[in-house]
């Protein structure tokens, strides 16, 4: 039963872009802040009164000529600037293709650079996503010369189905960086990526492992219960302190554990992406989870 369900769901998830515009819209208000910088705002005041924090993401990504990145240096200064004017318990996370990464990595550099000495300035801290394969090289390049620079104020993502993931997290070892740890969710071939649900889990807590043997900071990012007892285990067994890691979940995706995590004492940070791109964005969620797509389709014959 379960894979005729999961059969279905993919179904379903294959054929929503055929949706009309304004029901993937109603779905999308549960899973993005809105398009506008106030509404984020409002969506991580709101996370603050039942104890998560936030990282906020402008949607955008993979821009086709090199002016446009210009744009996401220009938003991100405005979030980390409205971040400290709301006293907001808050930081930003980037995606380097937002920036120019595949068109010109010096001028990436240099947008990337002015947004993590801004937030320096501040206080604040970034979060340099981490995209497709073909990136994966270039950013990891990109943090290191802000880390030589003296930007303490960053951290890198790394993908737990991606086999390369221990590797990069011992060729790291001299930075201590802070990570976040997430399983991945870009289509990659099975020659660089695990493919088994259980073989991601798996080399998730290796990973992780490592990160805390390196004596890393890390943000430990799922929505899959059982790889969060499995995370709360290693916790416990190797006597991880609190202020060494943070739980970390997307906007709207199982609050119940989100709850769940802060009453057992764990620092939770909630991903809060918003902005024009949030169509794009949706159609990634459901590929990462298809059973959303069960939702959508379900509201479509909801009245109001």
């Known amino acids: 039963m379960p894979v005729v369900s999961s059969l279905f769901d993919k179904a379903i998830a294959a054929s929503l872009p055929l949706v009309p515009k304004a029901i993937v819209r109603k779905f999308a208000k549960r899973y993005v802040a809105g398009e506008k910088l106030d509404e ?3 969506r991580v005041k709101d996370l603050g009164k039942w104890g998560a924090c936030a990282t906020i993401d402008v949607l ?18 405005d ?16 995606k380097l293709t937002a920036f120019g990464l595949k068109i010109d990595k010096e001028v990436t550099y240099e947008r990337v650079r002015a947004v993590v000495s801004h937030a320096q300035s501040l206080g604040n801290f970034v979060r340099i996503d981490m995209e497709d394969s073909p990136t994966t090289s270039d950013t990891i390049a990109i943090y290191r010369r802000l880390r ?4 303490d104020n960053t951290g890198l993502v790394l993908q737990a189905y991606m086999r390369r993931s221990a590797q990069d997290v011992a060729e790291l070892k001299d930075l201590k960086p802070s990570y976040r740890l997430c399983k991945g969710i870009y289509v990659e071939p099975e020659e660089i990526a695990y493919k088994g649900f259980q073989e991601i889990n798996n080399n998730f ?19 899959d219960h059982d790889l969060a007892d499995r995370a709360e285990k ?34 939770l940070r909630v991903y809060v992406p ?3 791109e949030w169509y794009l964005y949706c159609m990634r969620r459901l590929k990462e989870n298809p059973k959303i797509g069960r939702y959508v389709l379900f509201g479509m014959f909801k009245k109001g």
């Open 40 to 42: 984020a705002v409002a």
């Open 60 to 77: 955008g990504e993979e821009i086709e000529n090199i002016a446009a990145g210009d744009e996401a240096r220009k938003q991100y200064i």
């Open 79 to 94: 979030v980390l600037d409205r971040i400290r004017s709301e006293n907001l318990d808050a930081n930003i996370s980037i």
């Open 148 to 151: 030589a620079e003296g930007f």
């Open 205 to 223: 807590i290796t990973v992780l492992g490592d990160m805390f043997d390196a004596s890393s900071y890390v943000g430990i990012a799922t929505h």
């Open 234 to 267: 290693l916790l416990k067994e190797r006597q991880i302190a609190k202020e060494s890691y943070e739980f970390q979940m997307l906007l709207g995706v199982d609050q119940s554990l989100g709850v769940k995590l802060i009453k057992a004492g764990h620092k």
């Open 274 to 276: 918003f902005g024009d």
